[in-house]
């Protein structure tokens, strides 16, 4: 059965950081792109970060390029969101999701978290 955990989020002041947790299950994690995405009310779900173990490569949207950082530990399949200096726009429900290529939409990744709440406050 795959799995896809979120844990991490939370209410945090502008300017602070959290970091958020994906373990995942069920799949050969190694092989499998990674990527987190986002969604705010009203608005679509987008990415903020993947990374793609096999293709050696990982991309950041320009709203966080600079401020989160991705990363994964493969011996325990889990990836994590180091997301610093928050700002209120960054608040959002953040997933993870898991899937063949590193896609920076949405669609093609297979496998999908429950999501985890950040919340910024200004």
């Known amino acids: 059965q795959v799995q896809l955990v979120e844990s991490g989020g939370g209410l945090v002041q502008a300017g602070g950081s959290l970091r958020l947790s994906c373990a995942a299950s069920?799949?050969?994690?190694?092989?499998?792109?990674i990527g987190w995405f986002r969604q705010a009310p009203g608005k679509e779900r987008e990415a903020v970060s993947c990374?793609?173990?096999?293709?050696?490569?990982?991309y950041y949207a320009d709203s966080v390029q600079g401020r989160f950082t991705i990363s994964r530990d493969n011996t325990k399949d889990t990836v994590y969101l180091q997301m610093n200096n928050l700002k209120p726009e960054d608040t959002a429900v953040y997933y993870c999701?898991?899937?063949?290529?590193?896609?920076?939409?949405?669609?093609?990744?297979?496998?999908w978290g429950q999501g985890t709440q950040v919340t910024v406050s200004s």
């Open positions: 999701a898991a899937g063949i290529a590193m896609l920076t939409g949405p669609h093609g990744y297979d496998y």
């Open positions: 990374n793609s173990s096999v293709a050696s490569s990982t």
């Open positions: 069920g799949f050969t994690f190694d092989n499998f792109a």
